[in-house]
């Protein structure tokens, strides 16, 4: 399977939103609504911020949403905020599972 | 509290074998489908295996044939036997819980354990 498709890179100002794109084929993103998102800051672990496309984990806030269209997911971070700086990975199950290349998102 | 911990990660040389282990506590492995996330340095994250709640298992196609997921349900822990290893295998090497209610997100890692193939 191959990797899913995302930018290198975002960036937005404090209190902006930005969007995050992950682009499949409908063997994976197209073919399940069973679209995650993942949270890395460096040297840690992932934390899952967004499940089965659209649905947020408790105690993810709720500026963090998901939402899929055809064979691309997409991540929207509103009020972004100096903490949300980190990498952003999707991932798709399609029998088994393949993430996106990640994210670095900066807040300027 | 569940909590993952990975070890047996470390400096091998290339056509090596080494088993990795990940020790688990607050939930039962073996009613969850467990699964281990491999990064490389400054790459992204990759799928490496899952094994079910029935035992059975599935593989990346980069590493099928060479490494093989188990448990042991006594110890309630998870194990990734990796064998042949290559310059390729050199990661960072995190285990997950797929999610106890969605079945097809990981909602719980491990704090990973280093792997360096090298001569």
């Known amino acids: 399977q191959s990797a899913l498709t995302q930018p290198r890179s975002v960036s937005g100002s404090p209190g902006q939103s930005v969007t995050i794109s992950c682009t499949g084929t409908?063997?994976?993103?197209?073919?399940?609504?069973?679209v995650s998102w993942y949270q890395q800051y460096p040297g840690k672990a992932p934390k899952v911020m967004i499940y089965?496309?659209?649905k947020r984990p408790s105690g993810v806030p709720d500026r963090f949403s998901g939402s899929k269209s055809g064979n691309t997911a997409s991540l929207t971070i509103s009020g972004l905020q100096a903490e949300d700086e980190a990498d952003y990975y999707c991932?798709?199950?399609?029998?088994?599972?393949?993430f996106g290349g990640g994210t670095k998102l900066t807040v300027l | 509290e569940v909590q993952l911990v990975e070890s047996g990660g470390g400096l091998i040389q290339p056509g090596g074998s080494l088993r990795l282990s990940c020790a688990a506590s607050?939930?039962?492995?073996?009613?969850?489908?467990m699964s281990w996330v491999r990064q490389a340095p400054g790459k992204g994250l990759e799928w490496v295996s899952v094994?079910?709640?029935?035992?059975?298992?599935y593989y990346a196609d980069s590493v099928r044939g060479r490494f093989t997921i188990s448990r042991d349900n006594s110890k309630n822990t998870l194990y990734l036997q990796m064998n042949s290893l290559r310059a390729e295998d050199t990661a960072v090497y995190y285990c997950?819980?797929?999610?106890?209610?969605?079945?097809?997100?990981?909602?719980?890692w491990g704090q990973g354990t280093l792997v360096t193939v090298s001569s």
């Open positions: 409908s063997s994976d993103v197209g073919g399940y609504n069973y």
């Open positions: 997950a819980r797929v999610g106890a209610t969605t079945k097809y997100s990981f909602d719980y």
């Open positions: 991932c798709s199950y399609a029998g088994t599972w393949v």
């Open positions: 089965d496309v659209s």
């Open positions: 094994i079910n709640t029935g035992g059975s298992t």
């Open positions: 607050g939930f039962t492995v073996s009613s969850n489908y």
